[in-house]
């Protein structure tokens, strides 16, 4: 399959005159199992490996360039559907992925299997992403509600050192529409590199440049400092931001000490940074535990309440919101209803999240 704009790790798969490929399109959901946006279609394509491991899947990956411009001709959601056909046309697209609706069309347009594969009969192992050192050391700072993610410009160079931790820039409405509000820097270890702060190297230090007249405070920014020997939690910080009738983006220069997980190097970094003060439609939406590790939410909490007959199961009928939209995925034997058991399940591969 040759798309323009895509990058392909082919495998072969999938039923004789029917081939199966996702496409990654963006980092929707950005700190979901520790992982960050990528700045470069290599890193891309690491993800795209990682998730052939961890899924344990041979459907073939596509990624999209680093434009997005795939994702953006597909309509800018995260877990859209497409069925081509052999002419290159559009034969069927939802927004949102539909396995049950998927087989029906594919019935319709291919013909019905003797057959039809179950989940169960897949025998995906369940492998979890690779360790790393201690989390939940550094005390995670409260956010303002309704931070959206700012463009960032990683200044990447020929033969540098990658990018082991990645800034993720936010700003809050009134930022975002008055030019005048709270702004948030956070620095996250990059998993695809297993790598870790080393807490008895200086801690990560980093400056903020802004054009005049734009105001910015704190300007330099400094991690604390951590008696544990090493740790895998971002470093994270508000700052308050005027730049109310200014343009211009802001530089921001770091400097940390990376080591590895295997403890084979240890090196100072220094990176930069443009943030632009303008909202990122590409960035996602970023995954956050709660001050002292609580989850988002309680998942056998909310199937209770949908729960309208008491009957300890919820059916399609009784499901609502993302719980209804995700319901095929839920109901993981198939029987039509998701009990206690498969809603831990869930709990479990969702982890933070």
Known sequence: MNVPGLETIERDYGPKGVRFYYVYKALAHPEYNNYVTPYTLEERLMHAREAERVLGSRIPWLCDAMSNEVKHSLGNVPNSEFVIDPQGRV?????????????????????????????????????????????????????????????????????????????????????????????????????LYRVHWNNQAPPLVADVRAPSPIKVTPARLEAPKVKEPADADPREFLLDLDAAGASGPLEVSVRYFACDDALTFCVPVDQRYRVHLERDGDGGSAIRRRPGGGRRGDVASRLKRMDADGDGRVTEDEARGPVKMFFDRMDMNGDGAIDAEEAEALRRRMGDG
């Open 91 to 191: 034969a069927r697209s939802r927004v949102w992925s539909n396995p049950k609706a998927l087989r029906r069309d594919l019935e319709q347009l291919v013909g019905p299997v003797e057959k039809p594969t179950r989940v169960e009969d897949l025998d995906l192992p369940e492998i979890q992403p690779a360790p790393t050192v201690a989390k939940g050391i550094v005390p995670r700072p409260e956010l303002p509600p309704g931070l959206r993610p700012l463009k960032i410009e990683p200044q990447l160079g020929d033969g540098e050192q990658p990018f082991y931790v990645k800034l993720r820039a936010e700003g809050d409405r009134g930022l975002l529409e008055g030019g005048k509000g709270t702004l948030y820097l956070g620095f996250h270890l990059d998993p």
